[in-house]
């Protein structure tokens, strides 16, 4: 089924800890894009990417990083976690980044930061 | 900061009834989207309408945009209580060509049987 894969689902991290979500893509779509949903604030978007090799910054980017290798994987790394950071991350997809269509979304990843 | 913000929060009717859900937004806009949210999944596109339009229709949705008003709703008619869900609005916000989109806080729609 084409659409976009997250991993892990859910995660109980240590707080010093660094990792990984991974999100992976079958579409071919150009754009990416790292969004965090907490409860009371709605989604809030952390990092983009218009194209393979590109990245960009959104609104909440501290404490996060991105890399686009190749078109479908757009992983986002924690390099220390913090408690602030227990959230639950989806990932998106669109296929030409101008806002002419909408946005795929993966099933999220339920981040715990203790 | 969110650019676009739902009203009501919650809204409880019964199967049948229809739904309206309101999106107010502070910028201009190129197009405004919106979403559909199950508990514990992803977001689901439902519908694009563009600046230069002023409603669109899918299936059971509705969608008005008024930019004057910078506001626009999404009704759904007939509900059923497959339909309970978050619906979020959001907007696009144009840079250098490429658009990233803002997201409001959303409206839970509890249709009861």
């Known amino acids: 089924i084409a659409g976009i894969t997250q991993a892990p689902t859910s995660q109980i991290l240590a707080a010093g800890r660094r990792m990984t979500l991974r999100c992976t893509q079958d579409?071919?779509?150009?754009?990416m894009y790292w969004y965090r949903q907490d409860l009371g604030l709605g989604l809030r978007l952390i990092h983009y990417?218009?194209?393979?090799?590109?990245?960009g910054k959104g609104e909440v980017p501290d404490g996060y990083s991105v890399s686009r290798a190749n078109t479908d994987d757009f992983p986002l790394t924690l390099a220390s976690a913090v408690p602030s950071q227990t959230s639950v991350y989806f990932c998106a997809s669109s296929d030409d980044g101008r806002g002419t269509d909408g946005y795929t979304f993966g099933s999220g990843t339920r981040l715990t930061v203790v | 900061s969110q650019q676009g913000e739902e009203d009501p929060q919650a809204l409880s009717i019964q199967e049948g009834e229809n739904a309206t859900m309101n999106c107010s937004y502070k910028?201009?806009?190129?197009?405004l989207q919106w979403y559909r949210q199950n508990s514990g999944r992803g977001l689901v596109h439902l519908i694009l309408?563009?600046?230069?339009?002023r409603e669109k229709h899918s299936g059971r949705l509705r969608v008005t945009l008024d930019t004057s008003k910078k506001s626009s709703s999404l009704l759904i008619t007939a509900s059923r209580a497959a339909d309970t869900a978050s619906y979020f609005c959001?907007?696009?916000?144009?840079?250098?060509?490429?658009?990233?989109?803002?997201f409001g806080k959303g409206t839970m729609l509890l249709v009861s049987p």
């Open positions: 910028t201009s806009i190129n197009n």
């Open positions: 579409m071919r779509h150009n754009a």
């Open positions: 959001a907007t696009d916000a144009r840079n250098s060509g490429y658009s990233t989109l803002t």
């Open positions: 309408i563009r600046s230069n339009e």
């Open positions: 990417s218009n194209t393979a090799g590109t990245t």
